[in-house]
Structures are given as C-alpha cells and as structure tokens.
Nanobody, 124 residues
Framework: QVQLVESGGGSVQAGGSLRLACAASGYTGSTKCKAWFRQAPGKERDWVAVLNSGSGRTYYADSVKGRITIAQDNAKNTVYLQMNNLEPSGTAMYYC?????????????????WGQGTQVTVSS
C-alpha cells in the first residue's frame, strides 16, 4: 500500500505562485508514476502533470504547459508541483496520484493510489 498526503494549497491572486507537495509513504518503490490531477466544482477530474521516474519523462496538460513544473525529491519521497502565473481557471482541488506504471499517463484509471487533495483558489 502507498499513502499520499498533499499540502501547499491556499489562496492566491492571479499571476501568483504556489508549490504543492505530495508526500508518499508505504511501499513507494512500487510506484514509478506520480501525477497531479485537479477537479473544479461540477467538473471532471483532469490531469495536470505526470512524472515517470522509470523513464525520466514528464508530461504536462496543454492548459498548463510553460507555467507548471513537476519534480520529485527521492530522499524525501515527495513530489512537487510548482505553479507559476496562476489563473482563476486554476481554482480547483488538486490531487496527487500514483501508479506502478502509466502507459497512458493522462488517464485517471491507471492510478490506484490517491491523496485527499489540497484546495487551490485563484482570485482575479
């Protein structure tokens, strides 16, 4: 089992920055893929960014490219999501997810571990 705990959410004005963190515990060696998803009220949970530590590749949704970076600190078993130049459309609950592998990293179903989420609110 793997446990994921997100932190770092909060309220920020448009144009501001936040860094989210996802601390993993348990059998973390079983999960090559770490991802961030977000869900706004009344909308589907959409992928934001994925890091595949097996291949070293990162993936970003088109809506966030250039403004968001996903990175991992192996010593701390923590994955970060650095978000810059935030827009009001970025207001959502942000979830961390993990999977053993992610052949289609943008799809929710490949992830079998999820955190409880951290709220991000961006005001205009």
């Amino acid at each position: 089992q793997v446990q994921l705990v997100e932190s770092g959410g909060g309220s920020v004005q448009a144009g501001g920055s936040l860094r989210l963190a996802c601390a993993a515990s348990g059998y973390t060696g079983s999960t090559k893929c770490k991802a961030w998803f977000r869900q706004a009220p009344g909308k589907e949970r959409d992928w934001v960014a994925v890091l595949n530590s097996g291949s070293g590749r990162t993936y970003y949704a088109d809506s966030v490219k250039g403004r968001i970076t996903i990175a991992q600190d192996n010593a701390k078993n923590t994955v970060y999501l650095q978000m810059n130049n935030l827009e009001p459309s970025g207001t959502a609950m942000y979830y961390c997810a993990a999977a053993g592998d992610c052949p289609r990293p943008w799809q929710k179903y490949v992830y079998n571990y999820w955190g409880q989420g951290t709220q991000v609110t961006v005001s205009s």
